[in-house]
């Protein structure tokens, strides 16, 4: 077998249709494109323009309000927090945070701290706990399971009074 012997399997390369070469090509006249009009012409880019009038999206109301620099929160079930602590990766007598749920796998990176989600059974007993948020499902199967929960990073609730 040599170089210039070598060649597709049948049927492998098709060439391209070639447009508007006669009525009898079947691609002719029109090209394909229907009848007359801009979108039958070339370099055409449609999207939302409609032709000078004010689009849509932007005559319709903007709302609501979008955060600037939202925190992001982990997720965290409490029964995958009792599936770690019975697999033996993450230790009930400390503190249960954002860095121990690293180390032990439950989570990837620590954000800006972990947010407590009921769903799953706490079996385990006297867990203290220290997240940014909890849930109140989750909240009381900490409470139920004779645990502490510690909400790290909101500050002391504001006073109106005026210092005397």
Do not use: W, Y
């Not at 090509?25 to 229907?34: H, P």
């Not at 620099?69 to 409490?78: G, L, S, T």
């Not at 800006?112 to 109140?136: M, Q």
């Amino acid at each position: 077998m040599r170089l210039n012997e070598l060649s597709d399997l049948a049927g492998a390369a098709q060439s391209r249709t070639r447009v508007g070469r006669g009525i009898g090509s079947g691609k002719g006249g029109r090209s394909g494109r229907g009848q007359k009009g801009q979108k039958s012409r070339s370099g055409v880019a449609l999207g939302a323009f409609e032709g000078g009038q004010m689009p849509l999206h932007m005559r319709l109301p903007k709302r609501g309000f979008n955060v600037p620099r939202p925190k992001k929160f982990n997720a965290v079930r409490i029964g995958r927090i009792q599936t770690a602590i019975d697999a033996g990766k993450l230790d009930p007598r400390g503190f249960i945070d954002a860095e121990a749920l690293v180390k032990a796998g439950v989570i990837r990176r620590v954000r800006d701290g972990v947010r407590l989600v009921a769903g799953g059974d706490l079996s385990a007993k006297k867990l203290t706990f220290r997240v940014a948020h909890a849930s109140k499902g989750a909240a009381a199967a900490i409470e139920a399971a004779e645990g502490k929960l510690d909400i790290v990073g909101k500050s002391a609730p504001q006073t109106d009074a005026a210092p005397a």
